[in-house]
């Protein structure tokens, strides 16, 4: 019996359950998403709300445009010392 469908992240590779993963909107495959937040799980892409026209959009971290920066958070921009 396959009771629970699971799907294969396109980004990390592993197996998803089907309820805890989305479509990337770019790719058109599926990726973790932990849409829950009381349960534990894994993210391997993003949802946002598109302003335009007022829906969910996902995107997996593949298609998603990387900054480029290190995440370096709390860390203050290098600066001159008076
Ligand atoms: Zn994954
Ligand atoms: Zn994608």
């Not at 920066?69 to 860390?75: L, M, N, R, V």
Request: hydrophobic share 35%; glycine share 10%.
């Amino acid at each position: 019996m396959t009771a629970s469908t699971e799907v294969t992240c396109a980004v990390c590779g592993e197996a998803a359950k089907e309820l805890a993963s989305a479509i990337c909107g770019e790719c058109d495959r599926p990726f973790h998403l932990n849409q829950h937040n009381d349960v534990e799980g894994k993210d391997c892409g993003d949802v946002w709300v598109d302003e335009q026209f007022l829906s969910l959009r996902f995107a997996c971290f593949t298609c998603l445009p990387q900054e480029g920066a290190p995440a370096g958070e709390g860390e203050p921009p290098v600066g001159k010392q008076h």
